[in-house]
């Protein structure tokens, strides 16, 4: 595994870490806990040392399982989880409550349910629907940092704008959270402003959905169906024109990756970790074996004859 630090942090992750959503079960179809605790053993054996999770992942049946499995080994690794979801009842719609009160309880909510004295990144999920300036939401932050309730702060899902004037405010913000791959690259600019002149990072960038759901994994070669209790029965990416759209993509991760010897997961987040003012990569996993596959990503990080042959199919593909 290879490690590496977010700019004007004391956190070292591992390129790869271990995406918590799915084992919240809710939203992704049928989830084994049994496969999701041995999932995230694997993940402690292949060198991963942080897990992203929240509130909003199976209503924290995640954060319970990442208890089960961690263990006494919670205060060693790194956990960053979020903060700011609010719900209309067990069923009703999510949205972001980003007042500095419901900051503060939603924080205090997530340390005792992860058992935690003091959360080591803890992050804005998605920005405000009850029109909260960001500037409290920051204060809010900051207060929680100097209280010693979380080490450090950032965002997830911000475009450029306020991404800019949350920085201008709060130079400390440790980490932008954003979808990124080969097929969801609409965040590139909002890469490019978090590097300085100089191009040195200004703020860690962890990105996420690096394999598309699922899709980059190869393991679909035809349109899947899924059931209505999986998010990915309504997403574009998997029903038509999308999914064909994508399909030369795939096939050409599929090849590249038999030659090789590696799974086309393992590509995919090879590629998102390799482009400029990328951190590190969350890849979701429900079984240990998708760990085992995820982890291979480092083996062909610098195979540039690979990136060279894949460049034109991923040229040529953006959903």
């Not at 932050?141 to 405010?169: E, T, V, W």
Request: charged share 25%.
């Amino acid at each position: 595994m290879k490690y590496r630090t977010l700019p004007g942090t004391d956190l070292q992750l591992s390129a790869i870490g271990m995406g918590c959503w799915a084992i919240g079960g809710k939203w992704w179809g049928k989830v084994d806990d049994r496969q999701s605790l041995a999932a995230i053993h694997a993940a402690l054996d292949h060198g991963i040392n942080w897990f992203d999770t929240a509130p909003l992942y199976g209503h924290g049946h995640a954060d319970e399982l990442l208890v089960e499995a961690l263990g006494n080994r919670r205060h060693d690794v790194i956990i960053a989880t979020k903060v700011g979801v609010r719900w209309r009842g067990l069923e009703g719609h999510a949205y972001s409550d980003l007042t500095p009160d419901h900051i503060i309880e939603d924080c205090e909510a997530s340390l005792r349910r992860l058992r935690l004295d003091t959360i080591p990144l803890l992050q804005v999920h998605w920005p405000c629907e009850r029109d909260t300036p960001l500037e409290a939401t920051l204060e809010a932050l900051m207060a929680l940092r100097d209280g010693g309730k979380i080490r450090h702060f950032g965002l997830c899902n911000y475009g450029s704008q306020p991404l800019l004037q949350a920085l201008a405010y709060a130079p400390e913000l440790a980490s932008l959270q954003t979808p990124y791959s080969m097929l969801r690259r609409e965040f590139e600019y909002a890469l490019r402003q978090v590097t300085a002149p100089d191009e040195v990072p200004r703020l860690g960038v962890l990105v996420y959905e690096t394999l598309c759901r699922g899709l980059l994994t190869g393991k679909f070669p035809s349109l899947p169906r899924f059931p209505e209790s999986d998010l990915r029965h309504r997403d574009d990416r998997f029903r038509e024109p999308g999914f064909s759209r994508s399909k030369p993509l795939v096939d050409a991760l599929r090849v590249v990756g038999n030659k090789l010897n590696v799974p086309p997961a393992a590509l995919a987040a090879a590629w998102a970790l390799r482009q400029p003012g990328v951190s590190v990569a969350i890849v979701g996993a429900k079984r240990p074996e998708q760990i085992a596959d995820n982890v291979q990503a480092l083996d062909v990080l610098f195979r540039e004859k690979v990136w060279k042959a894949l460049a034109p199919h991923i040229a040529r593909v953006r959903l």
